[in-house]
């Protein structure tokens, strides 16, 4: 299995302290916050791993990563020129990952506890399809929320009103090369991205989505609290 993070996106919630530096590059706790996609990745033995980021502080990112030696790990990058969405970002993933291979997709901002590995065992079961990772949330109406028939997941619901469950859907994936066949499909949303819940509920509707639930704490470290609160929990980690 390889590994892509994605690390682009103008970060305009985190604004001022965006304005200078890319947010993926923000300390959060020890380490910058792209420091702890990696280590996720390399714990549970991925070690060729694509980094696509945004033009912005793409320098830092090579002088603080560099080929990835510090982790043992084999890291590339490539450069979103605008933001277009995620799918659009993993897109460019296409010609890193062999056929036939699988990958973990971490959205750089994404910070959790959990160990990925049984996860990992797990999905590589499967015949084909894709994986998400939920999580209970006291806001679910912010994010993408699935829709349940029985226990399996028949669509997600992206940013819902009224939302049917406190799950959300965090941005930790795992896909087949299929995936790239599915985003050519997609057309861009509302606001003129392609957007990754619709490459999920691609896969739902085939019956192809599988999902795990993280048991310990996780964030996306997009807002000034939620980044304030993962710089708590990793030094809280750190100090243990």
Same mark, same amino acid.
């Given at each position: 299995?390889?590994?892509?993070?994605?690390?682009?996106?103008?970060?305009?919630?985190?604004?001022?302290?965006?304005?200078?530096?890319?947010?993926?590059?923000?300390?959060?706790? =020890?380490? %910058?916050?792209?420091?702890?996609?990696?280590? /996720?990745? @390399? *714990?549970?033995?991925?070690?060729?791993?694509?980094? +696509?980021?945004?033009?912005?502080?793409?320098?830092?990112?090579?002088?603080?990563?560099?080929?990835?030696?510090?982790?043992?790990?084999?890291?590339?990058?490539?450069?979103?020129?605008?933001?277009?969405?995620?799918?659009?970002?993993?897109?460019?993933?296409?010609?890193?990952?062999?056929?036939?291979?699988?990958?973990?997709?971490?959205?750089?901002?994404?910070?959790?506890?959990?160990?990925?590995?049984?996860?990992?065992?797990?999905?590589? =079961?499967? %015949?084909?399809?894709?994986?998400?990772?939920? /999580?209970? @949330? *006291?806001?679910?109406?912010?994010?993408?929320?699935? +829709?349940?028939?029985?226990?399996?997941?028949?669509?997600?619901?992206?940013?819902?009103?009224?939302?049917?469950?406190?799950?959300?859907?965090?941005?930790?994936?795992?896909?087949?090369?299929?995936?790239?066949?599915?985003?050519?499909?997609?057309?861009?949303?509302?606001?003129?991205?392609?957007?990754?819940?619709?490459?999920?509920?691609?896969?739902?509707?085939?019956?192809?989505?599988?999902?795990?639930?993280?048991?310990?704490?996780?964030?996306?470290?997009?807002?000034?609290?939620?980044?304030?609160?993962?710089?708590?929990?990793?030094?809280?980690?750190?100090?243990?």
């Amino acid at each position: 299995m390889r590994g892509v993070i994605l690390a682009g996106g103008t970060g305009t919630r985190l604004r001022p302290l965006t304005n200078i530096v890319n947010k993926h590059l923000l300390p959060v706790g =020890k380490y %910058p916050m792209i420091h702890y996609a990696i280590d /996720k990745m @390399v *714990s549970i033995g991925i070690k060729q791993i694509l980094l +696509v980021i945004g033009k912005q502080s793409a320098g830092l990112f090579t002088e603080y990563i560099g080929s990835g030696q510090q982790w043992g790990a084999s890291i590339s990058y490539k450069i979103q020129e605008q933001a277009g969405g995620i799918a659009e970002a993993l897109a460019m993933a296409e010609d890193f990952i062999p056929p036939e291979e699988h990958m973990l997709v971490i959205l750089g901002d994404n910070l959790f506890q959990d160990d990925l590995h049984h996860a990992m065992k797990e999905y590589k =079961k499967q %015949p084909q399809g894709a994986h998400v990772f939920l /999580k209970t @949330v *006291s806001d679910p109406s912010r994010y993408g929320v699935p +829709v349940w028939e029985g226990d399996r997941i028949a669509s997600i619901e992206e940013k819902p009103a009224d939302p049917q469950s406190h799950y959300c859907v965090t941005g930790i994936y795992m896909y087949d090369t299929e995936v790239f066949d599915i985003i050519r499909s997609v057309k861009p949303s509302i606001r003129g991205e392609l957007e990754i819940t619709d490459v999920n509920n691609a896969y739902a509707a085939k019956h192809a989505l599988s999902y795990s639930i993280l048991s310990g704490w996780w964030t996306d470290a997009g807002t000034h609290f939620s980044l304030q609160q993962a710089s708590s929990q990793l030094t809280g980690c750190e100090a243990e």
